[in-house]
């Protein structure tokens, strides 16, 4: 089975270069979303969609990641300062957590949260 902090890891990476294919690859068929975007969702397709939409109103990266895991390898949880720009251009840094489940060796629930004033 995948170690989940190198699960995290690749997660992160992918999100970063904007990989679909690599982030999909991680994922559960029917993997559970939220916080990105309104309300939850469900599947590779809705996650690829939502993504797509997220990075296409502010480009965001995200980097000093810590990966902080559960005994037994789930959930784990991902801290990054996403770093960036909004819709207007303006510089944006906010801390964001990921919290994903892993079933199977693969992501079955993502979900991201970050400050509300973010």
């Known amino acids: 089975m995948p170690d989940a902090a ?3 890891g690749d997660l992160v990476a992918a999100l970063n270069a904007r990989d679909y ?24 397709e ?3 969609e939502r993504l797509a939409r997220h990075f296409a109103a502010g480009d965001e990266s995200f980097g000093d ?5 559960a ?16 819709a207007s251009a303006r510089a944006t840094s906010v801390e964001k957590v990921l919290l994903i489940e892993i079933d199977g060796g693969r992501i079955s629930r993502l979900s991201f949260f970050s400050d509300a004033g973010a």
Do not use: F, K, N, W
């Open 6 to 8: 190198a699960i995290a």
């Open 21 to 44: 294919a690599a982030i999909a690859a991680l994922c559960d068929e029917d993997v559970a979303l939220s916080g990105i975007g309104a309300g939850s969702d469900h599947g590779r």
């Open 46 to 48: 809705a996650l690829r």
């Open 65 to 69: 990641a810590v990966v902080m895991q």
């Open 71 to 86: 005994a037994g390898g789930s959930p784990v949880a991902i801290r990054v300062t996403a770093r960036g720009r909004d």
